[in-house]
């Protein structure tokens, strides 16, 4: 079994930064991509960025381009999401998403097959 904890949620300002940390345990040697979701109250949850283990390849949401970097400790097995110039909109509870076998999209919700419990992180205006 795999086990995705997040942490670094928080409430800022617009403007500010969060960097969120998703650390894996279990299996984790087969680990092909993990990436970040979010979900705002009454939304559907959204893709925000992912990457491959080997390689390093990123995927990113328009939005967040150029203002949010996904990162890798291939030896911690974590994940990080650094979020710079933040805006209110991008408030949301955010999930750390993991998949151990090779899939098309890196974007779509239903390739990924552990979550984590998520972390809530609030941008006031």
């Known amino acids: 079994q795999v086990r995705l904890v997040e942490s670094g949620g928080g409430l800022v300002q617009a403007g500010d930064s969060l960097r969120l940390s998703c650390a894996a345990s279990?299996?984790?040697?087969?680990?092909?991509?993990m990436g970040w979701f979010r979900q705002a109250p009454g939304k559907e949850r959204e893709f925000v960025a992912a990457v491959r283990w080997s390689g390093g390849s990123t995927s990113y949401l328009d939005s967040v381009k150029g203002r949010f970097t996904i990162s890798r400790d291939n030896a911690k097995f974590t994940v990080y999401l650094q979020m710079n110039s933040l805006k209110p909109e991008d408030t949301a509870v955010y999930y750390c998403?993991?998949?151990?076998?090779?899939?098309?999209?890196?974007?779509?919700?239903?390739?990924?097959?552990?979550w984590g419990q998520g972390t809530q992180v609030t941008v006031s205006s």
């Open positions: 279990g299996r984790t040697a087969s680990t092909y991509a």
């Open positions: 998403a993991a998949v151990y076998r090779t899939i098309w999209s890196l974007t779509s919700r239903s390739g990924y097959d552990y």
